[in-house]
């Protein structure tokens, strides 16, 4: 697959139905995607994966991923500059 046919498909994942879910997915792909190393970019995956009322408690701070590594990957999300 193409990297900007993949870009879109990602593009498309992140649309969450939440604004605000869509809008913090959107800033890592735009932001951190290019520059992420291939673990990173696996986790973001998983991320995706996830259920929108489950990122929102970790977005919000409600709760906290059992998972280490995504934990750090929603931390860096949060800290991204908007």
Do not use: N
Not at 35 to 42: F, G, P
Request: glycine share 4%.
């Amino acid at each position: 697959m193409s990297e900007d046919a993949e870009l879109r498909r990602l593009r498309w994942r992140c649309r969450r139905g939440m604004r605000e879910l869509d809008q913090l997915m959107l800033r890592y792909l735009d932001g951190r995607w290019p520059q992420a190393s291939e673990a990173e970019r696996a986790d973001f995956l998983r991320l995706l994966d996830t259920e929108d009322d489950k990122l929102w408690r970790w977005f919000m701070g409600r709760e906290r991923p059992g998972d280490d590594l995504l934990a750090h990957l929603v931390q860096r999300i949060i800290d991204l500059p908007h």
